[in-house]
């Protein structure tokens, strides 16, 4: 996104492998193609496989607005307890998906509360509500019937196809007719294998086919074909009638032409003629304008600092144990947190709890998170919202906030969605 060209650089399709600890979007990757969960190796093999396939599908991204820079994110964006066990972990990153349970489990030990305020842009009326979090489990399942279109593949376009090792073929109209004739070539060499038998005029005396022609001729003068040309005979050497027939065609169509110009020369009344003065070609349209060049905008944030809109929504307390904003379906490889997402959704899922939850009643949450059924566990200080947009400002010096597991920084910071910026490879 940093490129001249990231108007273009930014619809590359990208795919992951997973390689880390954390694999968030290989296992988002992994859930959206309802396959059932998957670790470790196997969720290697699964995401290699739908890098195979060479599904493309859009990608959300969200523009991270910070005092000093901004950046933009593909997963998540965490303040307080999540943020402090991605940090705290990287100590133990050499035991692998583990360090993210000892740093859970520390964490815990010692919860704090972060004081900071918190807004968001709720998500407005559309005509079509995004996704639920209980009817967004079987996101691809919802448009069956458009899932290749939706998704299309590498090799779905002539362009593309040099670079998956095929060309495209010529394949039949689908209003051709059901029997195609083979050619008269073929034919004849099909008949020498004795695969294709011979037609029934073929084996006719000389006399018979003599007068079949003749007949034919004497038909296709009289009567001017009402529909699309017959096939060629079934003769292979029998030119002549193939040339005669295409000219017979051609001078019924010709003076029927003539007539029909006759017809309206007749009944038309006086002054210039169509054919004496033709339609002016009409006018070419002028070309589009060329993408505009420059960084993109983010039309719903305002400066950073300056007062937000009415249209926001501000939380009223400011003791925060955690923030969570989700833009995938995974946290990692065995946390599913935010049921509802989908890669482009155009949405931010929310998280939020406050202040006062039990180191139990926040243990319960995030077992329940490893099958997405935590907002259902009953923990009260847990809130969730889907909006567009947010800004976060801590107000406490301790707590750090991490965009896509890296840290950023102390804030203050506020992000907008782009819906379906970026390509995707989701098999």
Not at 106 to 120: E, I, K, P, Q
Request: proline share 13%; charged share 20%.
């Amino acid at each position: 996104m940093e490129r001249e060209d990231w108007r273009e650089a930014v619809r590359t399709p990208l795919g992951i492998l997973p390689g880390g600890s954390g694999n968030a979007l290989a296992a988002s990757v992994h859930h959206y193609s309802q396959a059932p969960p998957a670790w470790g190796e196997e969720l290697l093999l699964s995401c290699g496989f739908l890098l195979c396939k060479g599904l493309v599908c859009p990608l959300d991204l969200v523009s991270v607005q910070l005092p000093s820079r901004r950046l933009f994110s593909f997963l998540s964006l965490a303040w307080g307890f999540v943020a402090d066990v991605d940090l705290d972990s990287e100590r133990y990153r050499t035991v692998g998906a583990v360090r993210f349970l000892l740093g859970t489990l520390l964490r815990l030990a010692s919860l704090r509360v972060y004081r900071g305020r918190l807004a968001f842009l709720p998500l407005e009326a559309e005509p079509e509500a995004p996704p639920t979090p209980r009817t967004a489990r079987r996101w691809a399942r919802a448009r069956p019937a458009d899932h290749a279109q939706e998704r299309p593949s590498f090799c779905s376009n002539p362009a593309s196809a040099l670079r998956c090792g095929s060309a495209p073929s010529a394949s039949p109209s689908p209003s051709a007719s059901p029997s195609p004739s083979p050619s008269p070539n073929s034919n004849r060499s099909e008949r020498r294998r004795g695969r294709v038998p011979s037609n029934r005029n073929a084996v006719t005396a000389e006399t018979d086919q003599t007068d079949n022609r003749t007949r034919t001729r004497t038909e296709t003068r009289t009567d001017p074909p009402s529909g699309p040309p017959s096939d060629p005979p079934s003769d292979p050497h029998d030119d002549t009638l193939t040339d005669q027939k295409t000219n017979n065609q051609t001078d019924n169509q010709t003076n029927q032409q003539t007539d029909h110009q006759n017809q309206n020369h007749t009944h038309a009344p006086p002054g210039p003629s169509p054919a004496s003065n033709p339609a002016p070609n009409p006018t070419p349209s002028p070309a589009p304008d060329p993408a505009p060049r420059g960084p993109l905008l983010d039309p719903l944030l305002p400066p950073l600092g300056r007062p937000l809109p009415d249209s926001w929504r501000r939380v009223e307390q400011q003791d925060f144990v955690l923030v969570l904003a989700m833009f995938q379906s995974h946290l990692s490889e065995e946390l599913w947190a935010a049921p509802g997402a989908a890669p482009d959704d155009g949405l931010i899922h929310l998280f939020y709890v406050g202040a006062g939850v039990s180191r139990a009643a926040l243990l319960r949450l995030f077992l329940a998170m490893e099958r997405g059924a935590h907002l259902e566990c009953g923990v009260p200080h847990l809130v969730y919202e889907r909006v567009r947009a947010l800004r976060l400002e801590p107000l406490s010096p301790q707590g750090t906030i991490t965009v896509d597991g890296e840290l950023v920084g102390p804030g203050p910071l506020q992000a907008q969605v782009h819906p379906g910026l970026a390509r995707l490879v989701c098999g």
